[in-house]
């Protein structure tokens, strides 16, 4: 409990609105399946996509080494492949709500 009022803590310092703190947590807490390290991982680099409003590279690295591709995830929704997506995250153009939907 201590490291979800933790997360949801560093995601109100980072922007995110109280009302999207909870559920985003949820699928946060599901890909890092109860390891705290990727926890507090995942938490971070979503907080930081969120205050620069869209996926950048150091966030990606951040979300794979937390156990989660989230570009991999829209490559399957959307057909793209993953040099299309990395072009358009270098490019400023993953947006947050793609992370979430992934």
């Given at each position: 409990m201590r490291e979800l009022s933790e997360s949801a803590k560093m995601m109100l310092?980072?922007?995110?609105?109280?009302?999207?703190?909870?559920p985003i947590l949820s699928m946060?807490?599901?890909i890092a399946?109860?390891?705290?390290?990727?926890?507090?991982?995942?938490?971070?680099?979503f907080g930081q996509m969120?205050?620069?409003?869209?996926?950048?590279?150091?966030?990606?690295?951040?979300?794979?080494?937390a156990g989660f591709s989230p570009l991999q995830e829209i490559s399957k929704?959307?057909?793209?492949?993953?040099a299309v997506l990395k072009k358009r995250m270098e490019d400023g153009n993953v947006s947050v709500a793609e992370v979430k939907q992934a």
């Amino acid at each position: 409990m201590r490291e979800l009022s933790e997360s949801a803590k560093m995601m109100l310092n980072f922007g995110v609105a109280g009302e999207e703190v909870v559920p985003i947590l949820s699928m946060i807490t599901d890909i890092a399946a109860g390891d705290s390290q990727k926890l507090e991982g995942m938490t971070r680099a979503f907080g930081q996509m969120s205050g620069a409003g869209r996926l950048m590279g150091q966030d990606l690295n951040q979300m794979i080494n937390a156990g989660f591709s989230p570009l991999q995830e829209i490559s399957k929704r959307t057909g793209e492949s993953m040099a299309v997506l990395k072009k358009r995250m270098e490019d400023g153009n993953v947006s947050v709500a793609e992370v979430k939907q992934a």
